[in-house]
């Protein structure tokens, strides 16, 4: 996979860039773009948001509404960061990424794709960007995602990015903690 930072965001040139939870940032995959959600993004957003998304996400309510989407786009920012992930062909809007900031050291990740999208390694290579451009500016920092236990999809692609069980509960009710450590994810060949 390569991951490329957008050059009007990279390090070398803008060494005061804070991290993913306070700004969006623009990277690409192989296979997407991941970038700033739209106001215009709004339709496509809500129509890929179903049931199956809504059941998982806690805050996000179900029927998630066009009106729904405008407002989450329009509260990115501040400590709660949503970036689009688009097919890099033809820029349809295919998951969301979520960035959110639990303390000083700790970030968390989360996420959600078109049920169209799933099934194809897309969210892995797109989640697995976004934290490794998370740990690169974030030194030191924790790394930390929430899963329902019984999402066994979703736990199987935070493992294979290299999050691992912490055995505590989450924040949320249901939910468990997996924690981030470089070098632990599993190789797929």
């Not at 993004?41 to 948001?49: F, Y």
């Not at 029927?63 to 509260?75: N, Q, S, V």
Request: aromatic share 4%.
């Amino acid at each position: 996979m390569v991951i490329i930072i957008s050059p009007l965001r990279s390090r070398r040139a803008h060494p005061e860039r804070r991290d993913m939870t306070d700004v969006l940032l623009a990277l690409s995959t192989d296979r997407c773009r991941i970038a700033p959600l739209h106001a215009d993004d709004a339709s496509a957003l809500a129509a890929i948001t179903d049931a199956s998304v809504t059941d998982q996400v806690h805050f996000l309510p179900a029927p998630f509404t066009e009106a729904d989407a405008r407002a989450l786009i329009a509260g990115s920012g501040g400590g709660d960061v949503f970036h689009a992930v688009r097919d890099r062909g033809d820029g349809r809007l295919q998951g969301v990424i979520g960035v959110h900031r639990r303390d000083a050291r700790e970030v968390e990740v989360g996420y959600w794709f078109a049920a169209s999208a799933r099934g194809q390694g897309l969210a892995t290579e797109a989640v697995d960007a976004v934290v490794r451009e998370i740990a690169a500016s974030r030194p030191g920092g924790a790394i930390v995602a929430e899963c329902h236990p019984e999402n066994d999809r979703s736990r199987a692609l935070l493992r294979r990015i290299g999050f691992l069980a912490t055995g505590k509960v989450g924040r949320r009710p249901g939910r468990v903690l997996m924690k981030w450590r470089p070098g632990s994810g599993i190789d797929v060949c």
